[in-house]
């Protein structure tokens, strides 16, 4: 039988969050090994274990998987969390088109320069209002449920959650004018296992700082 899922990558909040989430929400214990120097990622690199030279890589199954999005569908088909056909996958996947682009946007505010963070908040929160959570109001609305696509949870909503939280850490009150999105949250976030997830004591990463920034530099020697 195989051993617990192992995840690769730094210690701060970046692509591999999107894993532990869903792997929190389908039931699968992980470990994560929290890589700290080049040297680490060029070990693995020798071995043979990074197709691209290039974390996040998660073993699974016996399997060692690279590319986020790669990882995600597997672990999503697995644990049937990937909708019921082709026709809600494909509408999964556009849903998480658009949650890639804001979350993308969020994960750049750190970078920005300090006296530049709030402008760049206000960006994010902006752009989410404007452009984004409108359409997965909507979605909720025409569903009548607190799901985006289909009769049951599916990868699509375990990330609209999280990306609810990171919106919220942003500007908050953001749901105000969303109530769709705020029963959904709250509808969520009861869940057994995200609600376990969100519990002290998770590996939920808190946004990126100077000495996680730090971390990356000094790994992305090796990872471009």
């Known amino acids: 039988m195989a051993g617990k ?25 992980f470990e994560e090994v929290l890589l700290e120097t080049a040297e680490e990622v060029q070990n693995l690199i020798q071995d043979g274990k990074l197709m691209y030279q290039q974390v996040p890589m998660v073993e699974i199954d016996g399997v060692k998987m690279v590319q986020t999005r790669a990882i995600l569908r597997y672990i999503a088909a697995k644990y049937n969390l990937y909708g019921k056909d082709l026709k809600e996958q494909v509408l999964i996947n556009m849903y998480m088109e658009g949650m890639k ?9 750190p970078f920005a320069l300090p006296e530049d963070w709030e402008k760049s908040l206000s960006f994010v929160a902006e752009k989410a209002t404007q452009r984004f959570l ?13 799901y ?26 953001v749901l105000s004018a969303f109530p769709k999105l705020q029963e959904f949250k709250a509808a969520i976030s009861k869940l057994p296992r995200i609600h376990k997830f969100l519990q002290p004591g998770s590996p939920i990463r808190k946004p990126m700082d100077e000495a996680n920034l730090e971390a990356v530099k000094n790994i992305s020697r090796f990872n471009n």
């Open 134 to 146: 409108s359409v997965y109001e909507k979605a909720l609305k025409d569903q009548r449920k607190n």
């Open 101 to 109: 682009e804001l979350r993308d946007l969020i994960m750049l505010v």
């Open 5 to 29: 899922a192992k995840l690769y990558y730094f210690d701060g909040r970046d692509r591999m969050e999107w894993v532990c989430w869903l792997l929190a929400a389908a039931g699968v214990e």
């Open 148 to 173: 985006l696509v289909g009769n049951q949870l599916t990868w699509a909503d375990i990330f609209l959650f999280e990306l609810i939280l990171m919106v919220e850490e942003c500007k908050s009150g």
